[in-house]
């Protein structure tokens, strides 16, 4: 999949640069097709260590997962920020699958000392007898899709499309800041409602660390990630106010005036003659949940009020639905599904 580059001004921090520690493989000139698989693989570890994402690029084979024309992962920029590199990386045993595909394994550490992998990686000899590496286990992230507005970023520069699909994440060996960011800033994975914060994914993806370093709002299972965005807090103590506010002007105007949104005014009103200002209760109908996550934030609000027109009382059944949209300064605004504000 491509991805969205952001400005730097949305990035985070530099992590500072990580020690290069060169590969230790067996042998020494290369000749054999073993000796070859395990170069390659040898340069490639070298040349994460040392950052060189775009080094890479020439040691990937055409059908690879991640490669050198799809991929905005290849990016020295982007790489140099992520949480942490593969280094002292080993190249162990090496053997034929099948003629003209090796597998190598290589064990390395990432972050701290005691955190160890090892993976095993699969070599293609092309034309020529050229080795190219053609991927290794657990490369990609799936994302899950998701009824709720927002997307991913990833070391605050790249970002995921919106969750109406499922999409994967396909990077090169290191640990990478996910961060959950809602456009209109009402969403946050936090499941208490905090404002939320990046989280860690190591690639290639290992389920241990994902499970532990998901945000509680964001499910795992194996090497996939389940976002599930709720309402950050106080987001629905807004809405009250915002709703509240409207729906006492329409009954202080007999629903009537600017400040009645024709949402209201047309399931009250029709031609049936005027309502005695003041004279409006609302009582709420139930319903499930009254704000609930789509491409935007929804609400629905359904409602029974009395009234009295004519000098007789009436009761009617209204539904405010809308969407929640933010001011200038973050708060809750409503637009209604007739496309009016308030």
Not at 92 to 108: K, S
Not at 255 to 264: D, K, L, R, S, V
Request: hydrophobic fraction near 35%.
């Amino acid at each position: 999949m491509h991805f969205l580059r952001r400005s730097r001004w949305f990035r985070g921090a530099t992590v500072g640069a990580v020690l290069a520690i060169p590969l230790v493989a067996s042998g020494c000139t290369p000749a054999t097709a073993e000796d070859r698989a395990a170069n390659v693989v040898t340069e490639f570890f070298d040349l994460l260590a040392s950052g060189n994402a775009e080094g890479v690029r020439p040691l990937l084979a055409d059908d690879a997962e991640i490669t050198a024309d799809t991929s905005d992962f290849l990016d020295n920029s982007f790489y140099a920020d992520v949480v942490a590199r593969p280094t002292q990386a080993t190249v162990g045993n090496t053997y034929e699958f099948e003629p003209g595909l090796w597998y190598v394994n290589v064990d390395y550490v990432i972050g701290t000392a005691d955190t160890k992998r090892s993976i095993t990686v699969s070599v293609s000899e092309e034309t020529e007898g050229k080795p190219l590496i053609s991927g290794w286990l657990h490369s990609r992230l799936s994302i899950f899709p998701s009824e709720a507005p927002g997307f991913l970023t990833i070391n605050g520069s790249l970002q995921t499309t919106d969750f109406a699909k499922e999409q994967t994440v396909t990077a090169l060996p290191g640990i990478y800041s996910f961060e959950y960011v809602d456009p209109d800033g009402f969403g946050t994975l936090d499941a208490d409602g905090g404002k939320g914060s990046p989280f860690e994914v190591e690639f290639p993806v290992n389920s241990d660390q994902l499970t532990q370093s998901a945000p509680p709002s964001a499910g795992t299972h194996t090497t996939a990630l389940s976002p599930q965005p709720v309402l950050r807090e106080g987001v629905a103590d807004e809405f009250d106010t915002a709703l509240t506010k409207v729906i006492n002007s329409c009954s202080a105007t007999g629903f009537t005036g600017a400040t009645c949104p024709e949402e209201i005014t047309s399931q009250v009103n029709g031609d049936q003659g005027s309502i005695s200002a003041g004279t409006a209760t609302w009582t709420e109908r139930p319903v499930s949940e009254r704000i609930t996550p789509a491409d935007q934030w929804r609400f629905d609000a359904p409602y029974r009020v009395s009234f009295t027109r004519n000098g007789t009382t009436e009761t009617v059944e209204v539904d405010l639905q809308g969407i929640l949209l933010p001011d200038a300064r973050g708060h809750v605004t409503l637009e209604w599904d007739n496309g009016s504000d308030s």
